[in-house]
């Protein structure tokens, strides 16, 4: 499980001639050196459902290579315009199982994204690489841009795997991840919620089928432990990506006051999330650290404007959230679920 390929996208290789302007979309780079996300924007005007037949054959080429597609200019207005186009490239769209932030549903398989405060910054990520099955796609809707901020930067899972030092990559990939959820107590998503239902029963049975280890903690509360990959392998492309979250839930995420203020009331094992190496032994902070630089360095990121939709690969492209002011309305689905890499 170590395929070390060329990952990068040469657009004007790849783009030459007409080959990908399809049913009145055309398609550029983001950025004149950049391949992530590529944009693809009318060529003409039509009604949206004239798009679709293009918008599908440019995925099917295209998303492979670059891992994320921004669709920009077309007629996208509503919720329902968002899910009807989403339904010209799917019909496997995923709910939000097993969710590790809160969200709301806008409608059947349509989502808010992560509702936490403005001021807060979420790492980038590929989503629900925390767990054993993950969605193969994601989409991202702005019905409204922030006054300021907010953005979604992404980056090249693949790139990310191949910057990431080969004594921290061979180290994760020997020891793997363990991610220890604490639901409820006003701390975090409660459990209810995580697995929609109230049922401890139905929880249970969650758990024995997706290998995840749970207890009922004396106060009624849960307590989840799961051993998952640190990278794994894109089926179609047979490329290696850096695929977990260890450096989003092990503590050292967390701005250093609201850490000690945390720790101050709760024991470290008590702590709403947590990762650490799977046989239980502490993640390095340092290493995280270093990873966390990667993903900074590779962050690509651009201004929302009312109408896109950007279409990622889950496992070739890892997304995040900057701070911002002002109302935002960024909407979320997903699709295709894949079972993961079966940890050492």
């Known amino acids: 499980m170590t395929h070390d390929r060329a990952t990068s996208f040469a657009p004007n290789r790849e783009m030459n001639g007409t080959a990908h302007a399809h049913g009145g979309l055309a398609v550029e780079p983001l950025t004149p050196d950049g391949s992530l996300p590529l944009v693809v924007s009318p060529s003409e005007v039509r009604p949206l459902d004239e798009y679709f037949d293009g918008a599908r054959r440019m995925a099917e080429t295209l998303l492979p290579l670059a891992g994320g597609l921004l669709f920009r200019g077309l007629p996208i207005r509503s919720a ?14 995923v709910s939000y199982e097993f969710g590790s932030t809160p969200r709301s549903r806008v409608q059947r398989q349509v989502y808010t994204s992560t509702e936490y405060p403005p001021h807060q910054h979420i790492p980038l990520h590929n989503e629900q690489a925390y767990t054993r099955e993950w969605p193969m796609k994601i989409w991202f809707y702005c019905g409204q841009a922030a006054e300021q901020g907010g953005y979604t930067p992404i980056a090249d899972s693949r790139e990310v795997y191949r910057r990431i030092p080969a004594r921290i990559r061979e180290r994760f990939v020997q020891k793997q991840i ?5 639901y409820g107590n006003g701390l975090d998503v409660p459990w209810q919620k995580v697995f929609n239902s109230d049922d401890p029963a139905v929880v249970e049975r969650y758990c024995h089928d997706n290998g995840i280890d749970y207890e009922w903690k004396a106060d009624g509360e849960l307590r989840t432990r799961q051993v998952a990959q640190a990278i794994a392998v894109h089926p179609r492309t047979g490329q290696t990506v850096w695929f977990n979250q ?19 009331v709760v024991a ?10 799977g ?47 002002g109302r935002r309305q960024i909407l979320v689905a997903m699709a295709e679920p894949r079972g993961g890499e079966t940890p050492c």
């Not at 968002?82 to 019909?91: C, L, Q």
Request: proline share 3%.
């Open 80 to 93: 329902s315009d968002f899910e009807s186009f989403i339904g010209a490239f799917t019909s496997s769209l």
């Open 279 to 325: 046989d239980g032994s502490p993640i390095e902070s340092d290493l995280l650290d270093e990873i966390r630089d990667v993903y900074r360095s590779l962050a690509v990121q651009f201004a929302w404007q009312q109408g896109d939709v950007m279409m990622l690969d889950n496992m070739l492209a890892a997304h995040g959230r900057t701070p911002f002011a």
């Open 178 to 182: 363990m991610y220890v959820r604490n």
């Open 246 to 264: 260890a450096h989003l839930f092990h503590v050292s995420n967390l701005e250093a006051a609201v850490r000690e203020a945390l720790l101050a």
């Open 268 to 277: 470290e094992e008590d702590l709403p999330r947590n990762a650490c190496y």
